[in-house]
């Protein structure tokens, strides 16, 4: 195109313009122009002539209805309707979701846009929900955790990555947010569990199953008596000359006694001083208190691959998404 001629009479609030645009290529460098008008109707009213014209309408005077006049010619032949284009300018697109793009597109493809990119954020969402559900993270938490495990930089590559994984390992008993919570991760990296881990683990198991014990397995654990025992003994009920009956015994006992039968029951244990050291971190706090839990709670085959595999920073990734736990949405074809 080396020249656009125009000729507008009362086109919507344009009155009068005739004009020819030299669009001639000079020295390598297309011209651009720039059209004002003061009564601020100039830009909407010419591109609503454009409009008109590219949908085979006449443009129109909408105030006093007079008899417009519009010829467009471009290089010197009538423009025809599937050579123009208009690029609106309002964005108006009512959506359900607030990441509406801005895009300055035709209207019926941006709202076919929209919706698909709307979808694809319901779908996301809905599949961060499913993680989090299984996984005990926070939902704001699963994207960045995803593309930190797989080390890549976005969530689509950390799917793609998940979807190579082939786990022979039944892990769905381990929960990913027990496992790699970093007060957690401290107690299984430590030199005492890596030494220690199956000699510990005997020995606790025992506490359940020795004569005279007072532990439940997943239901009082040594942890717990500790609190509930401590517990009582700052609040004064020991104080106030009141004892505890233990389940087998004959009669009721102080906290003297109490403290005694404690030591004993605990001697297989606390008698080690690295098996000591990591019963007691392993009460410190919830986090590490959910890894005692989950000794108690899974299979002995369990146990083993826990405390034989290598560093959780090292298996983080099949942990983390391995399909054997995994909601439904996410185990991709």
Wanted: glycine share 4%.
């Amino acid at each position: 195109m080396d020249n656009l001629k125009v000729r507008f009479e009362n086109c919507y609030g344009i009155s009068s313009l005739n004009e020819t645009f030299d669009l001639s290529n000079t020295r390598g460098k297309t011209k651009a122009y720039s059209i004002y008008a003061p009564n601020g109707l100039m830009k909407t009213s010419f591109s609503r002539t454009f409009d008109a014209l590219s949908k085979g309408e006449q443009p129109k005077e909408e105030r006093f209805n007079r008899l417009p006049t519009c010829t467009i010619e471009v290089d010197n032949v009538e423009i025809k309707k599937e050579q123009i284009y208009v690029l609106k300018s309002e964005i108006e697109i009512s959506s359900d979701n607030e990441a509406v793009t801005n895009i300055l597109i035709n209207q019926e493809s941006k709202i076919r846009y929209d919706t698909l990119i709307s979808n694809i954020h319901k779908l996301k969402s809905k599949l961060e929900t499913s993680l989090q559900k299984k996984s005990k993270l926070k939902k704001g938490e699963v994207e960045n955790r995803l593309i930190n495990d797989f080390q890549t930089d976005n969530f689509v590559r950390a799917i793609e990555l998940a979807k190579e994984i082939v786990i022979g390992d039944d892990l769905k008993s381990f929960i990913y947010n027990e496992i790699f919570d970093p007060k957690a991760i401290s107690i299984l990296e430590s030199p005492e569990f890596l030494s220690k881990s199956d000699e510990f683990n005997q020995r606790y198991q025992e506490l359940f199953n020795q004569e005279g014990t007072i532990y439940s397995r997943g239901v009082f654990n040594p942890t717990k008596a500790d609190i509930s025992f401590s517990t009582l003994n700052k609040q004064g009920y020991f104080a106030g000359g009141h004892k505890v009956h233990l389940q087998g015994e004959a009669s009721s006992i102080n906290y003297e006694e109490l403290q005694e039968k404690m030591r004993v029951v605990h001697e297989s244990i606390d008698s080690d001083d690295e098996l000591k050291k990591l019963r007691v971190n392993l009460a410190k706090n919830a986090q590490t208190q959910a890894l005692i839990s989950l000794l108690e709670n899974i299979s002995a085959t369990e146990v083993e691959l826990l405390l034989h595999n290598e560093s959780p920073r090292v298996h983080r990734r099949p942990v983390c998404l391995s399909q054997a736990t995994l909601p439904d949405s996410f185990k991709l074809s």
